[in-house]
């Protein structure tokens, strides 16, 4: 378990120098649009273009020795792979992802480009899990699981030191998407303990991928769902470790339709001249579809990553 | 004329709390692909999207109140038109706009957005010309060239200032985008005569848009050219101003192919995670081609703007 804020603190330290801090943005056009004030954080200018790389950073640069030495091993069908690869090439270590056969060629490059090797499976959740025991025991790689891991928690929560040190007074109201739930289950615990980033933490979801909202309004986590989304970063379900902390320090969830998401997407790609995934737009699609709740109110959004295929865009 | 370096330092005190000082940006990855380590000044995050704010916004606030109160008017069928609405907006002054009846949608709905009146014309520049002529004749407002314009020169040149303080030591080559000339005019200049920024200057042109270079080789203005080239920004041909400037202080020009700046666009996008239109991808689409010209050099490149209409992308 993650016992106090100072363990985020210290992830923060031990990765601060592989990673970049991030920048705020804005827009003035899309505020008069939302009629609120909003603080983009834009972790899609991240290493490897997602804020999976913190989490995996803080993973590697946690093992000991030994584990290190026998090279780390995941699943992930997106970002979490490219991130741990990266991080394991920083570490001259090995680092074998498991990805599904059916992975977007995107996903597959960036992997090989920091130096992961793949192992290919059926894309199902239990063939992905089956391949990766087979080789744990086989080779004895260490795993690092895309979420439900506290030091992957820890190095996600690693944005909201960096959101304290840059707002000048804590935001009324922050949205952070939720796929697995690592990042905010990092970034709740931080600003619930500590109180220094935000009033109001909610997650955003896509309505075609809401587990987490019915996990959390009905206190059982769901983990029998089949998520049906362009937000490709938000289809995992959501883990234990993660719906804990959620249970505990996240105040609501809120969904958006995916005509929303695209809606918003484009505004971010028009507005703030950066390139998000479509996961990183469902915050602002939240916000578009209920603009009275957050009126005139300071609102904070993570942008998550910024990796997807330019020839495949959804619109 | 521009006298000496210190009008570009006073453009830039008299622009500096209106503009953004836009950030430098690089990727590892782009630097691998290359073999140079390439600086990348990005001014497609600039106000309205593109270094057309500046220059703008410096001969608006060097109008006197006569001038002002007239009014002002321009022909684009691009950022210019944007950028003059918004700083006309700023000092609020009323701003018209001579579009031709084909300018794009995006374009056309940028101008209204900062509130810009826009008069159509026929898609020709003597039509475009000749309706300016006519509003200013009867209205008499002031006209501001979207290039050919000294102000509008310096103002530009104001990138250079930001180049000089951000850098901590000059550049082997500057990559310069080329259409009627403005930026590369106003950069030129002030690397020229104060030399703090970079070595060599070098205009990046579109190979079917290649006015400028076949001007600058031949040393003879060439006029008369039909350019054919997605870069919808650097359509315009070169001013007379522009020319003469260019002559003294520019090194060299390289263009470029069609398919080259599409696939420097898209590396642009899926590497740095910014918007940038095909205008801004002609430099690295030089040195693509080009790279054992650049190799082991720090090359800066000027990211010019970032608005087109992403439901027509080039790809």
Redesign the interface.
Known sequence: MISGVSEIYDAHARINSYIHNT?LIHSK?INKLCGCDIVFKAD??QKI?AFKARGACNAILSLDKTALDRGVITHSSGNHGAALSWAAQMKKISCIVVMPENASKVKIEAVK?YGGKIVFCEPTISAREMKVQELIDEYKYTFIHPFDDYSVIAGQGSIACELESQLQEPLDKLLIPVGGGGLISGISFFAKKNGGIASTIIGAEPETARDATDSFYSKTHVTDYKPMTIADGLRATLGVKNFEIILKNVDEFITATESEIIEAM?II??RL???VEPSSAVPLAVILNKPEYFKNERVGVILSG?NLD??D?P?
Chains 1, 2 share one sequence.
């Open positions: 920048p056009e899609n200018l273009g480009s484009k790609w028009s001249k950066v390139i910024g330019l020839e865009l619109w």
